[in-house]
């Protein structure tokens, strides 16, 4: 196996010529661009099928090193995840299923020359002067591109220089960080003596103890969540589980009336893209965990310590995470394909390019019809469904066959209120149409999808040993990351 993060930038023909399928051809170059939950299912099944042949060559390209199941995220934001137990080498995984992969951002495309155009990899400040790899070209003959989405701000005033999103491991990590520094400083002014207080100045004790604030008076940690999507709702529940551990290792605010989570949402009911029931029982939960949900008012402009609506109100903010919609990689809207008004680059059924055939697209990243219900939705079981067609339909390509159309089946939709509960309503023809589940069978159901995700990489039984192993080490660690 060779890897591009040791130094390798693999830009020659492959001049040797074997046989496949029937079908005198040079050695076939796939390359997929992005690591994310379709981007490394797709090169995990590819390496598996042709990665030990000498036929068809798979590369992985991904800026990042590791991956993380992306709706993972929002609990690693509220620390109850170490991602150091959930982080999956690229590197290892590549030579496990036999696959190759180069680090690095694409930032252009040559369609002509068929080569993808790479940035420079930056050395981190302990690993010397000058760039770890150089800018470079990577060739190939089929490219896929599935490289997600990032976070649409819609332009509003101060939104992304003072909010957070939630699109990678380290924004997460940052917010975690915040919100912890946030609790200790409510905590220690809480604590203070109040002043112009001389008895309190004084150092006077009341049975013993240092005289506190009223209640009324202390300090409150104001955390506000924009777009009320399943981001936004299974964070703000994670919130108020951290709140609650917090005060079990000796914080003293009270993770109810001291901690207070508002949910903004343009929309007249939270959680739009799915049913009402399912947005109704969810309201309904968050209600009951202090949780304030204003809907049908949209955000004006933040600034650092506070977010104003629309409607003219202001709302004191700590800290403020930004969920409110996607939109796909500026990077995408410069290579010269199709794209519609999200920079989403437009598919034909086959998930193929509208302007270039030797190119796929999937995910996040891509615009695909869904017949009679308008267009494929970014959700991590379309992901999946479609890295599963693109295995067949890149084995059709190899063997000159014409390629098979995608069908998007939705089964359903789940939503992690974390200890509390789960919410969501599955589909399909076994169940002969909709049902709404709730409680431990959803949370079973909810959890069920990140353990087929594992599997899907590892295969069934090492995902079998990774959750006992990761069920030994809870029983050692902190239940919430407090460093």
């Not at 903010?317 to 796909?328: E, K, P």
């Not at 019809?369 to 890295?387: S, T, Y």
């Not at 599963?388 to 059709?396: G, M, T, Y």
């Not at 594992?454 to 407090?482: C, E, Y």
């Amino acid at each position: 196996m060779v890897i591009a993060i040791a130094g390798r930038a693999d830009s020659r023909p492959v001049g040797r010529f074997s046989k496949y399928g029937g079908v005198i051809v040079s050695v076939h170059r796939i390359v997929v661009v992005g690591g994310g939950a379709g981007g490394l299912e797709l090169v995990t099944r590819l390496g598996d099928k042709y990665g030990r042949g000498k036929d068809v060559k798979v590369t992985l390209v991904d800026r990042s090193l590791s991956h993380i199941w992306k709706p993972l995220l929002h609990e690693v934001a509220a620390g109850v995840m170490d991602t150091a137990t959930h982080q999956l080498s690229y590197v290892a995984q590549a030579n496990w299923h036999h696959f190759e992969f180069a680090t690095g951002e694409m930032i252009g495309l040559d369609r002509a020359a068929k080569t993808i155009r790479l940035a420079a990899v930056p050395a981190a400040a302990d690993e010397g002067e000058g760039d770890l790899l150089p800018e470079r070209t990577l060739p190939y003959d089929t490219l896929v591109l599935a490289i997600g989405s990032t976070t649409n701000f819609f332009g509003v005033r101060g939104a992304q220089e003072n909010t957070i999103a939630l699109d990678t491991v380290e924004q997460a990590e940052r917010f975690r960080r915040r919100l912890m520094a946030a609790c200790v400083r409510a905590q220690n002014a809480a604590d203070a003596p109040a002043q112009g207080d001389s008895t309190s100045a004084a150092g006077a004790h009341s049975g013993g103890a240092l005289l506190s604030p009223p209640a009324a008076q202390r300090p409150k940690v104001n955390l506000v969540i924009v777009g009320a999507g399943a981001t936004g709702v299974e964070l703000s529940a994670e919130l108020r589980n951290t709140a609650e551990v917090l005060r079990s290792y000796g914080l003293k605010l009270d993770p109810r009336k001291d901690v207070r989570i508002t949910i903004i949402e343009s929309s007249p009911r939270i959680l739009k893209a799915l049913p009402e029931r399912v947005s109704g029982a969810v309201a309904g939960l968050l209600t009951k965990l202090d949780v304030d949900i204003l809907c049908g008012d949209s955000v004006a402009e933040v600034r650092p310590n506070e977010v104003t609506t629309t409607s003219g109100k202001v709302l004191p903010a700590d800290i403020t995470v930004w969920s409110a919609g996607i939109t796909a990689p500026p990077v995408l809207g410069t290579l010269g394909l199709s794209v519609n008004r999200l920079n989403q680059i437009e598919v034909l059924p086959t998930l193929q390019s509208k302007t270039d055939p030797d190119i796929f697209a999937f995910g996040d990243c891509a615009s695909c019809e869904w017949p009679e219900h308008g267009f494929v939705p970014p959700r991590a079981q379309a992901a999946h469904q479609q890295a599963s067609f693109l295995v067949k339909a890149i084995d059709a390509r190899l063997k000159g066959q014409n390629l098979p159309t995608f069908t998007y089946r939705d089964f359903g939709s789940l939503v992690s209120l974390g200890k509390f509960s789960a919410v969501g309503n599955l589909m399909g023809g076994l169940i002969g149409g909709s049902m709404f589940i709730e409680g431990l069978f959803a949370r079973v159901m909810y959890t069920s999808l990140y353990r087929m995700h594992v599997a899907a990489l590892h295969g069934v039984w090492r995902m079998m040993l990774d959750t006992v192993a990761n069920r030994l080490r809870r029983s050692t660690v902190p239940r919430v990351k407090l460093h």
